[in-house]
Nanobody, 127 residues
Framework: QVQLVESGGGLVQPGGSLKLSCTSS????????LGWFRQGLGKEREFVAG????????YYSGSVKGRFTASRDVSKNTLSLQMNSLKPEDTALYYC????????????????????WGQGTQVTVSS
């Protein structure tokens, strides 16, 4: 079974930056439809950023647009999320995701469209 492995989480002060990475043993990983979700304590899992299959332009939730940048590197088989200007409300467990098939744009926001999840990496924004 394909596994996704995240790294890069940690504790950062408000206004700081972190970069998350996600890799997989599946060599076709970075050509799939991919995304990042997060889940705060007591909250539902929510979409953060995502790519349609075969495209390099990322889509973002309104709460992170302009602060977060998602990217994928086919040569390194890696999905990344650069997070800048972090706020306490960004505190959550962040998950790397591979979607099932080739979802339409609106389906990127839907967790049920995800086929494979990473184990999650904790991001805590606090002074």
């Amino acid at each position: 079974q394909v596994q996704l492995v995240e790294s890069g989480g940690g504790l950062v002060q408000p206004g700081g930056s972190l970069k998350l990475s996600c890799t997989s043993s599946d060599r076709t990983f970075t050509t799939s439809a991919l995304g990042w979700f997060r889940q705060g304590l007591g909250k539902e899992r929510e979409f953060v950023a995502g790519f349609k299959r075969g495209q390099n332009n990322a889509y973002y939730s309104g709460s992170v647009k302009g602060r977060f940048t998602a990217s994928r590197d086919v040569s390194k088989n890696t999905l990344s999320l650069q997070m800048n200007s972090l706020k306490p409300e960004d505190t959550a467990l962040y998950y790397c995701a591979r979607y099932r098939g080739s979802p339409i744009l609106s389906a990127l926001w839907v967790a049920e469209t995800v086929d494979t999840w990473g184990q999650g990496t904790q991001v805590t924004v606090s002074s």
